[in-house]
């Protein structure tokens, strides 16, 4: 049974940090790309960072240079690190995890964390 399961969210400042984990169990990890992906309210659900199983990575323009996305494979572990927050950040973040390099749907997903930044 694969389980996802994020920590780290909060409330923050604007400006201020958080680090999201993303504890993977279930799954050949390696082998696996790691999505992150965030839904504030009346928005849809958008990807926010990506690290495929090859090494690749990729971020949506609004957070690059800000968020960066690493992965422990010895903890079976994906991290989103947020710098320099901004209210627009606010939303329920969320980890999925496909066997596709760069999927179009994600096979399986975390429950989500709350990030709040106030301004």
């Known amino acids: 049974q694969v389980h996802l399961v994020e920590s780290g969210g909060g409330s923050v400042q604007a400006g201020g940090s958080l680090r999201l984990s993303c504890a993977a169990s279930?799954?050949?990890?390696?082998?696996?790309?790691m999505g992150w992906f965030r839904q504030a309210p009346g928005k849809e659900r958008d990807l926010v960072a990506r690290?495929?199983?090859?090494?690749?990575?990729y971020y949506v323009d609004s957070v690059k240079g800000r968020f960066t996305t690493s992965r422990d494979s010895a903890k079976n572990t994906v991290y989103l690190q947020m710098n320099s927050l901004k209210p627009e950040d606010t939303a329920v973040y969320y980890c999925?995890?496909?066997?596709?390099?760069?999927?179009?749907?994600?096979?399986?997903w975390g429950q989500g964390t709350q990030v709040t930044v106030s301004s």
């Open positions: 999925a995890a496909d066997t596709r390099v760069t999927p179009l749907k994600y096979s399986f």
């Open positions: 279930g799954i050949t990890f390696s082998s696996y790309t």
């Open positions: 690290s495929s199983w090859s090494g690749y990575t």
